[in-house]
């Protein structure tokens, strides 16, 4: 069996990087098989950034939206207050005669 190798070097002063290297220093299972399968998934155009597009985000969203029934909400009134107590109506009385006074 023949064995391909690679180097592969980070730069920990570079975050998109050292991310990296935190990610794979935290892997439970063999680096080598998440790399083989990232790889094959980026190849197959099965990777999320390959495969994630505003077009595809909006396709998913018309489907769903086809199966869904909007109905809007019932519209809420409230009862208006329609009788005046007497302080009101005493002031809405004087209120009337002040504004009949300036024509007079």
Do not use: C
Request: no cysteine; proline share 3%.
């Amino acid at each position: 069996m023949s064995k391909y190798r690679i180097n592969v070097r980070f730069d920990t002063d570079d975050p998109k990087q050292a991310e990296a290297v935190k990610f794979l220093q935290s892997l439970e299972h063999s680096r080598n098989t998440f790399i083989v399968s990232t790889v094959l998934d980026a190849i197959s155009g099965k990777s999320a950034h390959n495969n994630i597009t505003l077009e595809n985000i909006r396709k998913v969203i018309r489907e769903e939206l086809q199966e869904v029934s909007l109905v809007a909400a019932p519209p809420v009134f409230q009862s208006a207050k329609t009788e005046l107590t007497e302080e009101e109506q005493a002031e809405n009385e004087k209120s009337v005669l002040d504004d009949l006074e300036m024509f007079g």
